[in-house]
């Protein structure tokens, strides 16, 4: 019967019934029962983005840094979706800030990939480090790079203290992945951090190498600007 229930406390985590919720694990549904991944009801009520929900399994005492079998916790899972509430709610009951996965990210990079700012911010309040990297070598600043169209989450990560010339273990800078991108935006935030534009990728090529092979002619003349000056 326990087992029963358990499997229907994560589908209505999931489906957002508090109430329902409440009167499970009233009944004795375990607060931490994993399903078939792994993944707890605090993971499936931070997947469904749902405060309510999360008190209710906090209030049973749910661990909040319980871990699926891929290593990706609740934090992380808020995070990648940029619910500010939930992710705020974890961290006061002790959530991990620097937890990694099975590919050694972390929240904040999660929280990069789609520039959630508000969420970013509030990890690095809480002491995320903000130059860590994965198993690629890739930090939040690479990957705010690489998946955000949010200028601003890239230049708060760049004057919170991110690395503007850390290295992928392909060699690869923001900056490189930028200039890929053919997005001006980036490359002018970057260079006016001091990203390094005669650093080489493991193909022995640099920024400039880039933006010549792509065809990205305004950031040709950006790059060429700033070796001139230099």
Not at 123 to 143: F, H, Q, Y
Request: no cysteine.
């Amino acid at each position: 019967m326990v087992d029963s229930e358990n499997l229907l406390l994560q589908s209505i985590a999931w489906d957002q019934d508090p109430d329902q919720v409440q009167t499970l694990l009233s009944h004795g549904a375990d607060a931490n029962s994993p399903d078939q991944e792994g993944r707890t009801p605090v993971m499936w009520a931070a997947m469904s983005g749902s405060p309510e929900i999360l008190a209710v399994l906090l209030g049973f005492n749910a661990d909040v840094n319980a871990k699926a079998r891929d290593q990706r916790t609740a934090l992380h899972v808020a995070a990648f979706s940029g619910y500010l509430a939930i992710v705020q709610m974890l961290v006061k009951k002790g959530a991990s800030i620097n937890a990694v996965d099975e590919e050694g990210v972390t929240p904040l990079m999660d929280a990069s990939k789609d520039g959630h700012l508000e969420v970013m911010r509030l990890l690095l309040d809480g002491g995320a480090d903000i130059n860590t990297r994965d198993r690629e070598g890739r930090t939040a600043l690479v990957w705010a790079v690489t998946r955000s169209d949010s200028l601003e989450a890239i230049d708060y990560l760049v004057k919170a203290g991110g690395d503007v010339n850390a290295a992928t273990l392909q060699q690869e800078t923001p900056l490189m992945r930028a200039v890929l991108l053919g997005h001006r935006g980036k490359v002018e935030i970057l260079l006016a951090a001091g990203a390094a534009p005669q650093a080489e990728n493991m193909r022995g090529e640099t920024a400039l190498d880039i933006a010549r092979n792509a065809g990205h002619a305004d950031i040709i003349y950006l790059l060429q600007k700033t070796r001139d000056q230099a």
